[in-house]
Nanobody, 117 residues
Framework: VQLVESGGGLVQPGGSLRLSCLAS????????MRWYRQAPGKERELVAS????????NYADSVKGRFTISTDNARNTVTLQMNSLKPEDTAVYFC???????????WGQGTQVTVSS
């Protein structure tokens, strides 16, 4: 099993980025899929999650209305669309799959997002 993130980079405030997590070896309905982020000197925080069964989503208050998490089962991909980016969104973003039945986490390597003028 493997998670590989892509799509990070440098963007100006107010801009958009689309992060992708390519998931190999996973059956999406068995997992909760999440995006976390970690800024320098801060703890890792949950940004968004989507349930593999039913597709219900949840967002951190700081990103509600700006970020959207979605899945493309045919392409084995979890996507985080980030709009209206702010400097405080700067962080390394990590894809996470959580398998409920075993309470086990899987992590990607992370992708850097920098919001700066």
């Amino acid at each position: 099993v493997q998670l590989v993130e892509s799509g990070g980079g440098l963007v100006q405030p107010g801009g958009s980025l689309r992060l992708s997590c390519l998931a190999s070896g996973f059956t999406f309905r068995d997992y909760v899929m999440r995006w976390y982020r970690q800024a320098p000197g801060k703890e890792r925080e949950l940004v968004a999650s989507i349930n593999g069964i039913g597709g219900s989503t949840n967002y951190a208050d700081s990103v509600k209305g700006r970020f959207t998490i979605s899945t493309d089962n045919a392409r084995n991909t979890v996507t985080l669309q980030m709009n209206s980016l702010k400097p405080e969104d700067t962080a390394v973003y990590f894809c996470n799959f959580y398998r409920r039945v075993f309470a086990r986490n899987y992590w990607g390597q992370g992708t850097q997002v920098t919001v700066s003028s």
